[in-house]
């Protein structure tokens, strides 16, 4: 059995990732503020064992706890594999970093850098004398790239996770039982967090006309077409522990 445990999974890219995976041979996890019901109705008919599990990453050192314990939990169940999917993030707050207070840059931070940080860590610790293939998954943006105006926290934050991925990958070359990391960067993903994008000011948010063109001209792709190549990219298995990859450079690059 394969493992699987998905933070934010109750919506969006998580959950499109989570459906992708339903399968007899698959046992996910969602971690997720809100947990949805028809999540489960849908895991059922397909024969796949899902548990939805409520955790806030506003508590970085909670969610690890709670991770730690699953895993330990899982041991005696001897997985074929089990991967951590660090999906769940926040925009907030989109706007000028001047104007941005010190709670929201921390509460920013907290969300999509230091739990992301924090499970890995926990993750890592729990596992790795187990000999099954392990992997941490960062869902990861071209934000972290580039910079946008009014984004400085999302930016800074997406920027940070890709060099979590490549300290990672660092630090577990040459172990007996190494963890493996990639970051992924989906592409714009049209999701409940561009409608958000597409409502925001442009003081705040002085891009805001080019998402609304995207959305207008059909550019963006649906969370379905990212969770395919998400999981195709883990189902291959040929990233290098480390690597940042973008789904649109990756997409081309196999089309070709």
Known sequence: MNVFIITGASRGLGRS?????????????????????????????????????????????????????????????????????NNAGILEPMMPLGEATTDLLSAHLLVNLTAPAAMSSAFIRETQNWEMPKTIVNISSGAGKKPYAGWAAYCTAKAGLDMLTRCIGVEQEGLPHPVRAVSIAPGVVDTGMQERIRGTKPAQFPQVERFIRMKQNGELFSSEYAADWIVRILEEGTFRNGEVIDIRTYAAGMNE
């Open 17 to 85: 990732i989570a459906e992708r995976l339903f399968s007899h041979n698959v046992r996910l996890i969602g971690l997720s503020r809100t947990l949805d019901t028809s999540l489960d109705r849908m895991a059922e008919t397909k024969g796949c064992r899902l548990e939805q599990i409520s955790v806030d990453l506003n508590q970085p050192e909670r969610a690890a706890e709670v991770l730690s314990e699953l895993i330990r939990s899982l041991e005696a169940e001897s997985p074929a594999s089990v991967t951590l999917i």
